[in-house]
């Protein structure tokens, strides 16, 4: 069997230079993890989380699927929130989506995709709702762009009605969730003005 000799020497060289940088950064970051933010974000390969914020490993706490959904069926994405609320005592959740998602291209499409044609409902649910003010958009570029956006802000309302969060509210942790969409054309993030820090604040955005 080969193995990916490329990378583990991409990974031997990553190693280095950040040692060469800060000898003591990897003894510090094995002895544990406090990130204040929360990453949930596309499993995109073309939208690397901790790259384009500028944070180093152990400052960001990181969940990736297809098209950034929060699904309250969702164990995996649950459980990642409620260790990073409860546990990591997080202070912030971003929600990112990014601009010509193929989630989101492939939930507008007529093409079967086999299974992740289930996960992608969710997205078809939002498309469904929001029809009218998608289809005043006069490409299919801009209606897809458009529910990116749309999608950001549900995922941001989703996670705020986890029993999770409300919860942390409700004992007065400080937790704020922001809604956030990225271009892959230019690198630059927008914030989508959908942020949210106390019940009041959700009821507000819903």
């Known amino acids: 069997m080969k193995t990916l000799s490329l990378l583990l020497e991409n990974n031997r060289k990553w190693a280095t230079q950040i040692s060469k940088t800060n000898p003591s ?6 002895q544990q993890q406090a990130p204040e933010f929360l990453w949930i974000g596309c499993s995109d390969s073309r939208v690397p989380a901790n790259e384009i914020i500028g944070l180093l490993p152990g400052e960001l706490f990181v969940h990736r699927n297809v098209a950034n959904l929060v699904i309250h069926t969702d164990m995996n994405c649950l459980s990642v929130l409620q260790y990073a609320v409860d546990i990591l005592k997080i202070k912030h959740i971003i929600v990112c989506g990014h601009y010509g998602c193929g989630g989101i291209k492939s939930a507008l499409g007529s093409q079967p995709h086999g299974l992740i044609d289930n996960w992608l409902r969710h997205i078809r649910d939002i498309y469904q709702r929001r029809c009218s003010e998608l289809l005043q958009f006069s490409t299919e570029e801009e209606r897809i762009n458009r529910l990116c956006e749309m999608n950001v802000i549900e995922q941001v309302i989703n996670v705020g009605n986890t029993t999770i969060v409300q919860e942390a509210w409700q004992r007065n942790q400080t ?22 820090s106390s019940i009041s ?3 507000r955005l819903e």
């Open 25 to 30: 950064f990897f003894s510090s970051l094995a």
């Open 175 to 196: 937790v704020t969730i922001h809604g956030w969409i990225y271009a892959i054309s230019d690198g630059l993030l927008k914030d989508m003005d959908a942020c949210v």
């Open 201 to 203: 604040d959700l009821a």
